[in-house]
């Protein structure tokens, strides 16, 4: 892993959403989507569970 790597944890309860910011993101060289997750609980759990140095939620 480059030190320079962002790694993120998408977080949206749409799949759609999730998918197509997916797509932006790991376009980015420096940025790189390693989890998903569906709701606020998934999203607490895989955070806690050291998945992605980055939370992205959805902006209602």
Known sequence: ?????????????HAL???GLR???D????LTVVAEAGDGAEAVERAAAGQGDLGI????
Do not use: C, F, K, Y
């Open 27 to 30: 376009a980015e060289p420096d």
């Open 1 to 13: 892993m480059d030190p320079r790597e962002t790694r993120i944890l998408l977080a949206d309860d």
């Open 23 to 25: 797509l932006i993101l």
């Open 57 to 60: 939620p959805r902006i209602a």
């Open 17 to 19: 959403v999730r998918h």
